[in-house]
T-cell receptor
Framework: GENVEQHPSTLSVQEGDSAVIKCTYS??????FPWYKQELGKRPQLIID?????GEKKDQRIAVTLNKTAKHFSLHITETQPEDSAVYFC???????????FGAGTILRVKS | GAVVSQHPSRVICKSGTSVKIECRSL??????MFWYRQFPKQSLMLMAT?????????EQGVEKDKFLINHASLTLSTLTVTSAHPEDSSFYIC???????????FGSGTQLSVL
């Protein structure tokens, strides 16, 4: 089955700097890759997603890139702010877009 | 966006009791709902996939007799943790998918603590 690896497990950046989180997936049939932000005790919030027919997508300070050949995708947050501090999860679909497999998560700390 | 409601948000129970968690899609029909479990500081692990009107499909290692899932309508799925034990203490979260979209909408989660 699908396996998603996520790095780093923790990331500390200074306010205003950029943050990059990387994920790799194993199933070349995966076709949808969302990123979620989760605060403690809360539900994951979808922040951006990308489909396999697109190489890059941007939404204000957040962008995601996808390299299908290498089977990896990355989340880029620019001009980080303290409120960006949270746990971020990448995920990938498997089995006709039915199930999502999540990465292990990255704790992002933005220091002011 | 679509709203998925989950109830209760927090439950504390004694070991050996059963706990039912409800997941409702409030403004759309969810033919498929998913149940995840999240231990502290860990990722979301899929427990089972629930399809309306049929038996749930459980992931490997998840005991179907312990985690009973019922998806009786297009807007409601329930997860019952039977004979709960302290090791079942976790954050349980459901998600629902509209048939034509791939986006998942998550419920607010249920923190289960078994004493």
């Amino acid at each position: 089955g699908e396996n998603v690896e996520q790095h780093p497990s923790t990331l500390s950046v200074q306010e205003g700097d950029s943050a990059v989180i990387k994920c790799t997936y194993s199933d070349s049939a995966s076709n949808y890759f969302p990123w979620y932000k989760q605060e403690l005790g809360k539900r994951p919030q979808l922040i951006i997603d990308i489909r396999s027919n697109v190489g890059e997508k941007k939404d204000q300070r957040i962008a995601v890139t996808l390299n299908k050949t290498a089977k990896h995708f990355s989340l880029h947050i620019t001009e980080t702010q303290p409120e960006d501090s949270a746990v971020y999860f990448c995920a990938a679909t498997m089995e006709y877009g039915n199930k999502l497999v999540f990465g292990a998560g990255t704790i992002l700390r933005v220091k002011s | 966006g679509a709203v998925v409601s989950q109830h209760p948000s927090r439950v504390i129970c004694k070991s050996g009791t059963s706990v039912k968690i409800e997941c409702r899609s409030l403004d759309f029909q969810a033919t498929t709902m998913f149940w995840y479990r999240q231990f502290p500081k860990q990722s979301l692990m899929l427990m089972a996939t629930s399809n309306e009107g049929s038996k749930a499909t459980y992931e490997q290692g998840v005991e179907k007799d312990k985690f009973l899932i019922n998806h009786a309508s297009l807007t409601l799925s329930t997860l019952t943790v039977t004979s709960a034990h302290p090791e079942d203490s976790s954050f349980y979260i459901c998600s629902a998918r509209r048939q034509t979209l791939e986006k998942l909408f998550f419920g607010s989660g249920t923190q289960l603590s078994v004493l």
